[in-house]
């Protein structure tokens, strides 16, 4: 259960001693090292030539261990232990796009060797759920957004003929969740024109075997927010989709009000309506939700009108004291300088500007209720 690369580093000092004593261990204590090596690789950016990364340390591990293997042995390596390979691979950050050596396609590489070994009899099990489950989440990072959300597809497809129609168990249904939702996240930042149909798709299948859950929802809004191909009333679909949960998290509110704001001006009346109805309802609005408004006037409006809509918003944000950048800056995209002194006062617009800088040259009460106004009351404190 380490939290830091050092305690990661103890354990495989620790590990060292035992090999070094009892000579090759069992796979149980295998899976607990690669475990912890999986807990911490989104500690440290990724990098294939760095051998001190956590991923580099659990495949240079799993090479050694892969040579002690035997036909129909025991063995020091099971399914377990290939997952939690893969799921270092699938935490990994990468900054930069490594071609093969990158994340995924290590952790894909890993799924081969492991469904392999198990063909020609090194391995009593084949590629568990966990095994494709955290492949999938590799690709759905890939930094080729477009790639890696086809390969989270196919790979998806693949884990569905894997299970088949094994999905009684409870427990199985709830993991098959945490699998399909980040092939709905790719879609959400991939910029195919069908990425709202394919994604609509797996959502109905997620539907069909009742394993939903709130970020299910919300990937799915976040594709209707960011897609700029669809034909579609974005703001119409983002209704239907909050109507169909129990109590929708502000988050998912949040993004349907994106929705709304990428609505396409034939539908601007409705994505108005939708928007107005969404803002609402939402008990506690935050930063997000009246950053998002503003866009939809913004974005849906023009002339007098927008600006008397995005008053009204800006004002009861800064009422509540969560004024961040971003209601800065969708602020500053609705109205230039000059209107936003004839809408607010020069002291207003003063305030506006100094902000735009410096977020911490404004007023306290503007940022009393964001994170950055609790970091300045502890500090001052």
């Known amino acids: 259960n380490v939290r830091s690369l050092d305690g990661t580093a103890r354990i495989m000092s620790i590990l060292d001693i035992m090999e070094e004593r009892f000579g090759i261990l069992d796979a149980r204590l295998y899976s607990i090292v690669f475990n912890a090596l999986a807990q911490t690789a989104s500690m440290k950016d990724f990098d294939p030539s760095d051998q001190t990364a956590p991923a580099n340390m659990s495949v240079e591990l799993l090479r050694r261990l892969v040579s002690h293997l035997q036909e129909d042995g025991p063995g020091p390596l099971d399914a377990m232990c290939y997952a939690s390979v893969i799921k270092a691979f699938a935490n990994s950050v990468a900054t930069h796009d490594f071609g093969e050596l990158s994340p995924a396609n290590l952790a894909d590489a890993c799924l081969r060797q492991c469904s392999e070994l198990h ?65 709905l996240f790719a879609f959400s930042k991939s910029s195919f024109p069908d990425a709202p149909e394919r994604a609509v798709a797996i959502f109905g299948r997620m539907q069909s075997m009742s394993i939903t859950n709130e970020r299910s929802y919300e990937n799915v809004l976040a594709v209707w927010a960011k897609n700029t191909h669809t034909k579609d009333d974005q703001a119409k679909r983002a209704e239907t989709l ?30 108005i309506r939708v928007a107005e109805k969404i803002f609402a309802e939402i008990s506690i609005l935050n930063a997000t939700s009246y950053s998002h408004m503003m866009s939809v006037y913004t974005n849906l409006l023009s002339g007098h009108e927008r600006d008397r809509n995005v008053r009204k918003v ?9 004024v961040t950048k971003n209601s800065l800056d969708v602020l500053n995209a609705s109205m230039s300088a000059a209107r936003i002194k004839i809408n607010f006062g020069e ?12 977020l911490s040259r404004l007023p306290s009460t503007w940022t009393r209720n964001t994170k950055r106004g609790f970091n300045n009351s502890n500090k001052s404190n």
């Open 119 to 183: 063909e020609i009899g090194y391995l009593k099990e084949k590629p568990n759920d966990y095994c494709y489950g955290e492949t999938i989440a590799a690709w759905s990072r890939h930094a080729d957004v477009n790639l890696g959300c086809e390969k989270a597809e196919a790979l998806m497809k693949r884990f569905e003929a894997h299970v088949g129609s094994k999905t009684d168990a409870k427990s199985r249904r709830q993991r098959m969740t945490f699998w399909y939702n980040p092939v």
């Open 347 to 358: 002291r207003y617009a003063n305030h506006v500007a100094d902000g735009r800088e410096d």
């Open 314 to 322: 800006f004002t009861q944000c800064v009422s509540e004291g969560k």
């Open 242 to 271: 909050l109507a169909g949960m129990n109590k929708p998290p502000v988050k998912c509110y949040n993004m349907a009000l994106a929705a709304c704001a990428a609505t396409r001006p034939e539908f601007a009346a409705n994505g």
